[in-house]
């Protein structure tokens, strides 16, 4: 199938006379928005850098009539490739979009343009006593409009849900160039078709968004944290259990595994690591951090309590957090597995699928033979509160690409046997188009491309991405 | 347009050859489910007991061979009659297919067929520590495939979200007879169109819902309420933003305006009738009941928190529930409202707008003028955090009919001025059909219409439901 390209010369010169000075032509610009946090580099034929709806809609009803893509992109930290011009085209550059309209305390919600960082949302709202719960790890660097074209989550999940539970509304321009409202202002809403959530995750593919109203929530007064040390991640996954039943919401529970935690072991406080009954991760061990969220007795009774229930569940190591700085120290462990990773790796493919959390154990039992069979490495850490398990599979050289390709691939269908999905943040973009099919239904994905039909008839916006080639 | 209608002759014959005792089609059996609480009666063609999916699949399969509507049914507690046969047809009761398939505590998730009652999962979830929080005013008697179908919300809507926010994955029958499985089991998942929150309260008019994956929380310990009385709607509201502004997150925010106040004030206890500067709701006051969830000690304190910020808002008078005794005979001045407005009326139109929590006081404020031109009284309740707030419309006599219909659409364009929507809860079935195009552009009316085609080409699942006739 042929998907709309780059606009031709005629066309390119029409756009230069048409958008001027905010249509980008030169080479760094466009290697600029060449690349996202996928390792793919694929430069556009040019770049808009949208200013308003009517631009927008101008750039598409273009798009159309010379069918040229149309690609929007938000801050490129995406690790699908979703935002990337694969068939060339223009980029439309949304970052220049980005003024809060309101954050209201009296309707507790928001209204922002799609170029907003996350970050920029969570401090205008704080400052008003509310708060923006969605966190992808990106939060400090991408947009709400890419949060919500790629329904972004993060370790709040848990308790708070992902992007699409707080997009109450939202303005979008159709692929055809005309404009659109869907949702609401309002927490509730049941009036007609769900576009809303349609267009939210649907990475750009059915329409430029160009405004979110937003739900906010009350902002807790602080968080509290504890990890624990398990000899293997059955008792881990117990004691998240354990948790869970005696009525307590954790705003965020992550998971080490085994491997994950030799890498940063030496990160651990010595009272811990003597309780272990050899060097960590010698003996199958499992580090759960979970936090709490809300008022600050609240949150630290939660934890003492939480404490206990983990050492029920057969805890080997308590690391406490009583103050802001061991909290942070905690995290720090959490959070050096990344980089550590990237640090002692050559090759390395980021997968996350995600699992009934009851069976993470499975799935990280499953590893080892996968491991084994290809020669390769994974760790396995993330978000156990959901099941969205990040697997890091790696390789210390370039020569094991292939197999660790073909790990990937595997591990995706382990994901899919134990009930659970290719990928819980992701999404597909270009990098899991190929493996749709593993998950998603005939049936099922000729409603989806009937639907992207029916929004964008000439295929002109953000073509091939999600859908594998019509062939497969 | 004509829509599918009942099947003729041969096909019943057809029909009860092929589906023996689950066909019914005794005037007993088609008048029980000729009705809804929407006060219309549409009485089907035949009934079709569902006890499975092959059967449903048989059904539509012959509906499209031989034209005839097919309109699913829960427990038929829906006020917009989007369960009703209006040109006939046959009506599929869901109701036996009713087993709870799983209750998972490592998972924290549900797997139920539709015909569970919502009190029923309740139950089952708080055997095993854990909660489904969607809470229709229906929850003892309503379905969760009906729940699903029209994503049923309630007071907890301001702290837990509305049905759609529990909806993992479905399992469906599509108009075409295909099975099809969208969404995933785990509370993460972005591959794909997001179909299940498309299928989510599309009134039955996409797909025949068959089994749900719902997500699942934590039990609160418990739960613990104040009310207060305000001077005005204003005060009530800056009240409702102080709580939400300084960390609180109730699991309800109830709203009673000062006709349901003079309504019911004989319930409140006397030392908070003896503080208000006259009888309940001569001096335009409003009624707020604020509920917390969570640890015993922590809803304590939050409610003592929120009833010192309910008196630095003006609160005129406070009615504290110190026990679980107190707190039911709050709620029971708040429930009361509706019996209440039922037996002093003949005429009833129930409206459920939602506008921006910030704006309640204003479309309040809008009512009064609306009586007056109609000749007729406005009771406005409901939940006041997420501005979903009924209006009951009523007048004494039937002859005042016209009157009470045309100030229930002055209504809705006026909820809609404010930035609102016309259903909060209710949904558009048949009732709100005509007004559609009063909230929904015609670029989204296309689109959805297309939605509809694409799933249904060839209109026989729910027809008519929703949207106006294309004349229109």
Not at 30 to 38: K, T, V, Y
Not at 41 to 62: G, H, K, N
Not at 182 to 211: H, W
Not at 445 to 463: A, M, S, T, V
Request: hydrophobic share 45%.
């Amino acid at each position: 199938m042929n998907h709309p390209g780059a606009p031709d010369p005629e066309t390119l010169s029409l756009l230069k006379a048409e958008f001027g000075p905010d249509l980008l032509t030169s080479t760094g610009e466009l290697a600029a928005r060449g690349r996202d946090d996928s390792g793919l580099f694929l430069p556009p034929a040019a770049v808009l850098l949208a200013r308003d709806e009517t631009q927008i809609s101008r750039l598409l009803v273009l798009a159309n009539e010379r069918r040229f893509a149309v690609i929007p992109r938000g801050a490129g930290t995406g690790l699908a490739g979703a935002c990337l011009a694969e068939t060339g085209g223009v980029v439309l550059d949304m970052s220049a979009m980005n003024r809060i309209i309101t954050v209201d305390e009296k309707s507790v919600t928001a209204t922002v343009e799609p170029g907003v960082l996350n970050i920029e949302l969570r401090r205008a709202a704080a400052a008003k006593g509310l708060f923006y719960p969605p966190d992808p790890a990106s939060l400090d660097t991408s947009t709400l409009g890419g949060n919500a074209a790629t329904n972004a989550g993060g370790p709040a999940c848990v308790k708070y849900g992902t992007t699409r539970d707080y997009v109450l509304g939202l303005s979008c321009v159709l692929p055809t160039g005309e404009a659109l409202r869907v949702g609401t202002a309002t927490r509730k809403g049941v009036v007609g078709y769900d576009l809303t959530r349609l267009i939210v995750g649907s990475e750009g593919t059915l329409g430029v968004i160009t405004s979110l109203t937003l739900k906010l929530l009350p902002l807790p007064e602080g968080q509290a944290c504890v990890a624990a040390v398990f000899a293997d991640v059955g008792a881990a996954m117990r004691a998240i259990s354990a948790v869970m039943t005696r009525g307590h919401l954790p705003s965020a529970i992550e998971f080490l595994d085994a491997r994950c935690l030799r890498l940063v072991g030496d990160l651990l406080p010595a009272h811990v690591r003597a309780g272990l009954p050899g060097a960590p991760g010698e003996h199958g061990e499992a580090l759960v951090l979970i936090e709490c969220d809300g008022g600050q007795g609240e949150t630290r009774r939660a934890i003492a309590d939480i404490e206990s229930l983990c050492r029920e569940c057969g805890a080997l190591g308590i690391l406490p957090a009583p103050d802001e700085a061991a909290r942070q120290a905690v995290w720090d462990v959490r959070r050096s597995v990344s980089t550590r990773i990237h640090e002692s790796c050559v090759v390395y493919i980021p997968e996350d699928i995600a699992v009934p959390v009851g069976r993470i154990a499975d799935m990280v039992a499953a590893l080892p033979p996968v491991e084994a069979r290809h020669g390769i490495d994974i760790y396995a850490f993330g978000h156990a509160g959901d099941g969205n398990i990040h697997l890091n599979l790696t390789a210390p050289s370039e020569a094991r690409r292939p197999a660790v390709e073909a790990a990937a691939e595997e591990c995706v269908r382990l994901a899919l046997g134990f009930g659970g999905t290719m990928s819980g943040e992701h999404g597909v973009g270009l990098a899991k188009r190929r493996m749709l099919p593993l998950e998603i239904a005939p049936v099922s994905l000729r409603l989806q491309r009937g639907i992207k039909k029916l929004f964008d008839p000439n295929d002109i916006l953000n073509p091939g991405k999600i859908f594998p080639e019509e062939a497969c």
